[in-house]
């Protein structure tokens, strides 16, 4: 289980007992928290590892899956921090994985409480790497997935904040990988996003015409 982090001290705790409570192995990134983050999953026996600053959630990752490759593992599953994410869909997702390579969350049957900012961005992003892929794509953004080692291995990642799940995406279908969609619930609970939606939707744009060329 990877868990990229940043000033998660309020919620990492739960995710992490939650996962230990399945006996599964938790790799923590924290991406220059100022708070506990990481001295409370350190002592709930999570590995950690930590970025001296904060690189964006998608330099986490790719920090996490370097991790995740050296250690030998077969494939990880990702989770955000924030508590949004029920670890009971684990089992969904390790029985989708028998079919497919990437392996991603779909809240789109059962999106109650997602602010509609979420919803509008995630339908734009979902309708374009649809395009670019051509292959259907139901939820582009959720950061509950799972992802096979050889995706690891074959997609070279190059974006460090939020494009970077649109990249894996994009480059694992370009190359051949079977995408497997999981329904998943999602608990919001008034939390603000950390997504900008001018800054982050010109990084998308930015990533969906290099794609282009890929």
């Given at each position: ?7 998660a001290?309020?919620?990492?705790g ?43 959630k ?6 996490g ?21 029920n ?13 497919a390579?990437?392996i ?9 409480g ?22 259907r ?9 799972l ?65 282009l060329?890929?």
């Open positions: 289980m990877l868990i990229p982090a940043c000033n001290q309020a919620t990492i739960s995710l992490i007992s939650q996962l230990k409570e399945k006996n599964l192995d938790v790799v923590v990134v924290d991406d220059g928290s100022q708070d506990d983050t990481a001295e409370i999953a350190r002592s709930l026996g999570a590995k950690i590892v930590q970025h001296s600053r904060n690189w964006g998608g330099k986490a990752l790719r920090t899956f370097k991790y995740i490759l050296r250690s030998g593992y077969d494939g990880v599953i990702t989770l955000d921090a924030d508590g949004q994410h670890p009971s869909f684990i089992p969904l997702f390790l029985e989708e994985a028998r079919g390579d990437l991603i969350g779909s809240r789109m049957k059962a999106r109650r997602m602010p509609w900012p979420r919803v509008l961005s995630n339908r734009f992003t979902s309708v374009v790497i649809s395009a670019l892929t051509h292959t794509v139901e939820d582009s953004q959720c950061g509950y997935r992802v096979k080692r050889e995706v690891l291995e074959r997609v070279k990642l190059r974006t460090s904040r939020f494009q970077t799940e649109s990249e894996l995406l994009i480059k694992g279908a370009k190359a051949g990988f079977r995408i497997g969609w999981v329904p998943i619930s999602t608990l919001y609970q008034g939390e603000g996003s950390l997504i900008s939606p001018i800054l982050d939707t010109f990084r998308f744009m930015a990533l969906a015409l290099r794609a060329f890929w």
